[in-house]
């Protein structure tokens, strides 16, 4: 991949939104690490917003989003707590969330649902350009916004392709992700994924470890790696498994920061994570042999694995066993 010039030189490298978003979609990567903030920043110089904000989680339908992943530029961390409180009634964020790679403009305040354009008038909104996609790892929702304090100039066309060019740039490293897991350990539950860099941030969190995180760490903030878990980013092949409280996590170190398989320890503390993978799997109604398929096991290590986990939940069947399993989460 091509990498883009310092934000501070992208104005000259790339003068237009419309070069930008061409070098975009012909590779140029704007970070070693994808971060969404940092490519925000990068591409400001040609899409000039006075504040962003980004997130990734699931949205199930008439529920409220869950972001396990989020931050904002130039605008307060607050911003998403007060947002939590519109969101049912946000038709502009419904509408990017129901059609992933449409990008979305609003250039009129007053247009919006009450509580959201109270919500937009308490921070200062004028107008938004959002984009969104669908992460290739685990299926949630990413959105990038960009936002405006006055109403001119405003928004466009080509203010979108950009914005949804970084979202298709943030699916395609992350499908690179994924592929280097697939290559390296097929074992890990990706749903239970959490990618940090070497600096503690987040730069990915499945599902189920933003869940677990949000549940088990009060300083859990989907921004960076919680502190009081800081002690699990380590070099150290004995600590590549670790507890605390009601987490386990099983930790691998990559080029660049580590892959951290977050569980729960009251299933980890019954179950060898080994064991618990395959049980896991089993029950939610994989074959042996797709199992063996999923995690690089053979056939035999499969059943044998099985057959251990049965004795020790002291199970019988496959329902029994999802059960079991089900209770410790």
């Known amino acids: 991949m091509k990498t883009l010039p310092d934000p501070a030189a992208a104005a000259v490298a790339v003068p237009t939104v419309e070069a930008l978003t061409l070098a975009l979609d012909a590779g140029v990567d704007l970070g070693v690490r994808w971060n969404p903030g940092e490519s925000l920043l990068a591409a400001r110089p040609c899409l000039p917003f006075d504040g962003a904000w980004w997130g990734l989680g699931s949205w199930p339908a008439g529920g409220l989003p869950s972001l396990f992943l989020t931050n904002t530029v130039d605008l307060p961390a607050e911003l998403v707590r007060w947002w939590h409180d519109c969101a049912l009634q946000d038709r502009v964020a419904q509408t990017i969330v129901e059609n992933t790679g449409a990008p979305v403009v609003w250039t009129d305040r007053d247009a919006l649902a009450e509580p959201v354009r109270d919500w937009a008038q308490r921070f200062g909104l004028a107008q938004g350009v959002i984009a969104s996609r669908l992460e290739p790892i685990t299926g949630q929702v990413l959105f990038l916004a960009a936002y405006r304090s006055a109403a001119t100039p405003a928004f466009g066309a080509a203010d979108a392709e950009l914005l949804d060019a970084l979202t298709r740039q943030a699916v395609l490293l992350w499908r690179s992700v994924r592929s280097q897991i697939e290559a390296i350990d097929r074992s890990m539950a990706v749903d239970r994924l959490a990618v940090v860099d070497a600096s503690g941030r987040l730069s990915f969190c499945g599902v189920q470890a933003g869940q677990l995180l949000a549940e088990g760490c009060t300083d859990h903030d989907g921004m960076r790696w919680p502190p009081s878990l800081g002690a699990w980013l380590t070099d150290d092949p004995a600590g590549m498994h670790?507890?605390?409280?009601?987490?386990?996590?099983?930790?691998?170190?990559?080029?660049?920061?580590?892959?951290?398989?977050?569980?729960?320890?009251?299933?980890?503390?019954?179950?060898?994570?080994?064991?618990?993978?395959?049980?896991?799997?089993?029950?939610?109604?994989?074959?042996?042999?797709?199992?063996?398929?999923?995690?690089?096991?053979?056939?035999?290590?499969?059943?044998?694995?099985?057959?251990?986990?049965?004795?020790?939940?002291?199970?019988?069947?496959?329902?029994?066993?999802?059960?079991?399993?089900?209770?410790?989460?």
């Open 242 to 329: 670790r507890r605390s409280g009601r987490l386990a996590g099983r930790i691998k170190r990559v080029p660049g920061g580590w892959w951290i398989e977050v569980g729960d320890a009251r299933n980890a503390a019954v179950l060898p994570q080994r064991l618990l993978r395959v049980a896991e799997l089993y029950a939610r109604g994989l074959s042996s042999k797709q199992i063996s398929k999923e995690t690089g096991l053979s056939a035999t290590t499969v059943r044998t694995y099985l057959q251990q986990a049965y004795g020790i939940l002291g199970v019988s069947n496959k329902v029994s066993l999802g059960d079991t399993l089900g209770r410790g989460r």
